[in-house]
């Protein structure tokens, strides 16, 4: 278990925010229906191949409607290379007809609603809100979030939304978004999953579970 780490947290967000004074989304889009899309496929795959699959995805399928009426089989042959295409074809198509049937076409712009779509769970709607709508309901708790919250003692909870409600109660609600972003960062580039460089961290003095 973590040390507890939280006295230290105003200057680890402040020294992480220098490091990356503008974070930004790694998922390419233009709605918050390709947003909501690219969300869903991002599961346990990367950015750079979801950006690789949505480029041409996005050609073909325009609406809520072109997902609603997809072949099935044909879907999952778009989005084959994203992994578990089964399940995640069959997410897209269910959250197009929810969003039709019961709300007007429109992707929802609330957290309660989005929620109701087949395969969004508060990571998927967080990111949604915050970045399609600029709506700050919560923190996207992703792996790279879950593991640098743990690993810097903001938490010792290991269930996503209870991570997120520590760390709602750490960070201004105006950068929660940025903060998440912030994470991911730091987590692809330098707290990586099995051998951190710690060396190379601007937080390593700060971090308990620091190697150096």
Request: charge should be positive.
């Amino acid at each position: 278990m973590t040390a507890n780490n939280l006295s230290n947290f105003p200057q680890i967000w402040g020294l992480l925010k220098k490091e990356y004074p503008d974070p930004q989304p790694a998922l390419h889009f233009k709605t918050p229906l390709q947003l909501l899309v690219a969300t869903i496929l991002s599961a346990q795959s990367t950015d750079v191949q979801i950006n690789k699959v949505t480029r041409e995805l996005f050609r073909k399928y325009r609406s809520v409607f072109d997902y609603a009426d997809a072949d099935i089989s044909e879907l999952e042959k778009d989005i084959y290379s994203t992994g578990f295409y089964r399940n995640k074809a069959k997410h897209l198509q269910q959250s197009a007809r929810v969003i039709i049937e019961d709300f007007d076409g429109e992707v929802p712009s609330t957290m309660e609603d989005l929620l109701k779509l087949p395969g969004v769970a508060r990571k998927t709607a967080n990111i949604v809100l915050a970045r399609g709508f600029g709506v700050k309901a919560g923190i996207a708790v992703d792996t790279h979030v879950k593991r640098l919250a743990t690993r810097l003692g903001f938490t010792v909870n290991k269930d996503p939304v209870k991570i997120e409600r520590d760390l709602m109660e750490l960070v201004d609600r105006n950068e929660w978004d940025d903060f998440s972003l912030t994470l991911i960062l730091h987590g692809r580039n330098i707290c990586f999953a099995r051998k951190p460089a710690c060396g190379k961290c601007v937080v390593n003095h700060l971090c308990p579970s620091s190697l150096v």
